[in-house]
T-cell receptor
Framework: DSGVTQTPKHLITATGQRVTLRCSPR?????VYWYQQSLDQGLQFLIQ???????AKGNILERFSAQQFPDLHSELNLSSLELGDSALYFC?????????????FGPGTRLTVL | GQNIDQPTEMTATEGAIVQINCTYQ??????LFWYQQHAGEAPTFLSY????GLEEKGRFSSFLSRSKGYSYLLLKELQMKDSASYLC??????????FGKGTSLLVTP
């Protein structure tokens, strides 16, 4: 158990819908990262927050957005869902925003878009 | 751009030693991580290399050569539970990890 929690564990929805994925970092960690993992692409970095502020963006679609709240939990919002958005979404946290600090991953949310 | 290559699949026998290679071409380099991931589960941290050389941690060791853009993960005394995907990731930007597609290792009796 990494100490990072994610809810829900599974999510099934239809194309065109909007969903929110939630992540709570390890106690004491200030930085949260979101990754998408699909079968053919591997783990892809989406976005990073540090202490409530967006720090870096990766391959995140405009239909996707995220935020980190004052209590440091984070939410990833996915809208106008398409079949290709079906994937495992992982949240990771680290002590600070430096990339050389170890990132600890949550159990993931499996999103299925029908 | 960022390019990280690993073999797609490997098979090894219980009790043996296996080496999983990773080569990378990135626009910067701040460190290299290895993660283990069982199917459908979270990646778990195995090792971190920032300087050239070998880092040993129990049955697992990781080697880095920055000049060659090369790393390997060495697993000794293989156990059935070591069957998993092994992910090589390079930190090149100052914040996020760039992952390879992973090497799926099957340990057979």
């Amino acid at each position: 158990d990494s100490g990072v929690t994610q809810t829900p564990k599974h999510l099934i929805t239809a194309t065109g819908q909007r969903v929110t994925l939630r992540c709570s970092p390890r106690s004491g960690d200030l930085s949260v990262y979101w990754y998408q993992q699909s079968l053919d692409q591997g783990l892809q970095f989406l976005i990073q927050y540090y202490n409530g502020e967006e720090r870096a963006k990766g391959n995140i679609l405009e239909r996707f957005s995220a935020q980190q709240f004052p209590d440091l939990h984070s939410e990833l919002n996915l809208s106008s869902l398409e079949l290709g958005d079906s994937a495992l979404y992982f949240c990771a946290s680290s002590v600070d925003g430096s990339g050389t600090n170890t990132q600890y991953f949550g159990p993931g949310t499996r999103l299925t878009v029908l | 751009g960022q390019n990280i290559d690993q073999p797609t699949e490997m098979t090894a026998t219980e009790g043996a030693i296996v080496q999983i290679n990773c080569t990378y071409q990135t626009s910067g380099f701040n460190g290299l991580f290895w993660y283990q991931q069982h199917a459908g589960e979270a990646p778990t941290f195995l090792s971190y290399n920032v300087l050239d050389g070998l880092e040993e941690k129990g049955r697992f060791s990781s080697f880095l050569s920055r000049s060659k853009g090369y790393s390997y993960l060495l697993l000794k005394e293989l156990q059935m539970k070591d069957s998993a995907s092994y992910l090589c990731a390079v930190e090149a930007s100052g914040y996020a990890l760039n992952f390879g597609k992973g090497t799926s290792l099957l340990v057979t009796p």
